[in-house]
């Protein structure tokens, strides 16, 4: 999608087909965002679903948290997210790594009752790693406010791909 235009004329069902995923599995939000069309530019779109997303109630958050798949070790993946592992190298763990992804992903839902989310995007193995050994220690609010913005930062990559 190369213009704003093109993104205007989109039937609802196109228009959800194409943006349906930026929020894992969260079709609502790009409901929502086509009632808002026409949008001025890119940026007004962007804007607006994050606005939908950040505007939300707490039991919405956690459904959109709950519908993101656990690191490394989730067999169904979307298109977007079996991408977004592979390009981090998650699909290529030893062992070793398989086990702790998955010892800390069970440790982690039984704490905080929703799976780890990180914006897996540039990011190595071991980054994300470090990263989920480090989070797994903050308490429920502190997690619960950084798995927001690791949504909005993969909704944010994924709303670039498609726009480019």
Not at 8 to 28: A, M, Q, R, V, Y
Request: with cysteine; charged share 35%.
């Amino acid at each position: 999608m190369n213009s704003i235009d093109k993104i205007n004329k989109l039937s609802k069902p196109d228009f959800i087909s194409i943006f349906g995923n930026i929020f894992e599995k969260t079709e609502w939000i790009a409901q929502k965002s086509y009632d808002l069309k026409p949008y001025k530019n890119f940026e007004e779109l962007f804007s607006k679903m994050m606005e939908i997303f950040e505007n939300t109630n707490k039991e919405n958050h956690l459904k959109i948290l709950n519908a993101h798949p656990d690191l490394a070790v989730e067999k169904k993946l979307t298109k977007d997210s079996k991408n977004e592992q592979k390009n981090a190298s998650l699909n290529q763990c030893t062992d070793e790594e398989f086990a702790e992804f998955k010892k800390l992903n069970e440790e982690y839902k039984k704490k905080f009752d929703f799976p780890f989310i990180i914006a897996v995007k540039g990011k190595n193995k071991e980054e994300i790693l470090n990263s989920f050994r480090q989070r797994i220690t903050n308490n429920i609010n502190l997690e619960f406010e950084e798995a927001k913005r690791q949504v909005k930062r993969i909704a944010s990559f994924r709303l670039s791909e498609i726009i480019k």
